[in-house]
């Protein structure tokens, strides 16, 4: 069993859509980045590539490549599983937390499941996906943007 850690932080700016695991949230603001600035989508394959020592997800989908502007992060995502799967390695579950002080995004969390098991192609109940607040302390507690953690746990099938 391997395991692997993802965190990852974009600015909330106007005019810009909030894409949480890939569910477009209404909210007065959205996320800033090269992609669609999916904060939670970025952990969560930071996480992933981590857990099988294949780098980040800046050094496969650099933010200097056209290709990569406005990119959607799932299929980014789906691209790691690919990477992952294709070196030996399979997901048994992933964890994720989303830090923000607003929008609230509890009635989003059965959608953004169902999201990440599919992307990952693993049932619904080996994903979790949880926010939180900071209690208005920090960047995320004023607003300024929000940040994401993950981790994933992995086998590996050449052992
Ligand atoms: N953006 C958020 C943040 C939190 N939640 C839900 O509220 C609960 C309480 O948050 P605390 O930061 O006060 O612990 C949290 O457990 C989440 O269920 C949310 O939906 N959206
Ligand atoms: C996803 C990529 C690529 O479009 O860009 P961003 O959306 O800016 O995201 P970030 O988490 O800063 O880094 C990974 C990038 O290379």
Do not use: W
């Not at 999916?38 to 496969?60: C, F, P, Q, T």
């Not at 579950?93 to 995004?105: E, G, M, S, Y």
């Amino acid at each position: 069993m391997r395991t692997g850690l993802g965190y990852d932080v974009h600015r909330l700016v106007e005019d810009r859509r909030l894409i949480l695991c890939g569910v477009d949230i209404p909210y007065e603001k959205g996320l800033l980045g090269h992609s669609d600035a999916d904060v939670a989508l970025h952990a969560l394959s930071d996480a992933l590539l981590g857990a099988a020592a294949m780098r980040d997800i800046g050094y496969h989908f650099p933010d200097t490549v056209a290709e990569y502007k406005g990119a959607d992060s799932r299929v980014l995502l789906r691209r790691v599983v690919e990477l992952i799967k294709e070196q030996g390695f399979s997901i048994n579950n992933v964890d994720i937390t989303i830090i923000a002080q607003r929008p609230k995004l509890l009635d989003f969390i059965p959608v953004m499941v169902q999201n990440v098991a599919d992307d990952l192609a693993i049932p619904a109940d080996c994903v979790s996906v949880k926010a939180t607040t900071t209690e208005r302390l920090g960047f995320e507690g004023r607003g300024e943007g929000i940040s994401a953690m993950a981790v994933a746990t992995l086998s590996d099938s050449r052992l």
